[in-house]
């Protein structure tokens, strides 16, 4: 659906002082020029019903644990698959992620962590996030409330961002927020499992969709 509402006051969509606050070093490549560029309005993409897939080769996703601010784990995953459908009240969105996919720049943690104390990738091969509940402001600002899907349990994230493209067969979304560290560790993990799953995520996803 498309409502009213503005950015933060003195917070501009792109051209921030600090880009890190807007524009994340892994995802800024999208779109390629770096600016905000709406070939039509969210009212034009909006009138009429528009289901999206994305494209793979031009997609993010990207996780990260940060400590006073300072990322000190980073992860990416593969997109399996992921569509996007706007207009017409029916905005959805809805993303598969290859668990197996994970990879990190610390030795054998992607093996850890996708293994049987863990993501257990062999029993849930992808890791899922879905959203009915989508928001696109009238400045192009993105809202979505919706479910992610890990290792079988049911997780709420809140991911707020934006269209940063928009054409009749193209758009560009750039969504970041953080998922909360569960109520309980993984019954059957292991240490590191057990550590890394009191830390909150940050998660950050840019993808060009298409027609």
Sequence with gaps: MIRSGVGPAGSPRIAATNPEDIVPADTR???ADGHHNPALS???IESTHRAFAVRR???VA???MRLLGIRWLR???TVSHATLVIGAGEDMLAIELATASLRTAVPLLAKVLTGQTALRAELFPSLYFTSDDVDIL???TVELVGQAEIAGSPRDLFLKGELR???SDRVILWLRGMLPSPRRSPANG???ARLLARRPVHVEFAAEFVR
């Design 29 to 31: 490549f999208l779109p």
């Design 42 to 44: 969210t009212e034009d």
């Design 57 to 59: 080769d031009r997609c």
């Design 62 to 64: 990207e996780l990260t």
């Design 75 to 77: 992860a990416r995953l």
């Design 138 to 140: 009238d400045d192009s």
């Design 165 to 167: 493209h928009i054409e």
């Design 190 to 192: 292991g240490r590191t």
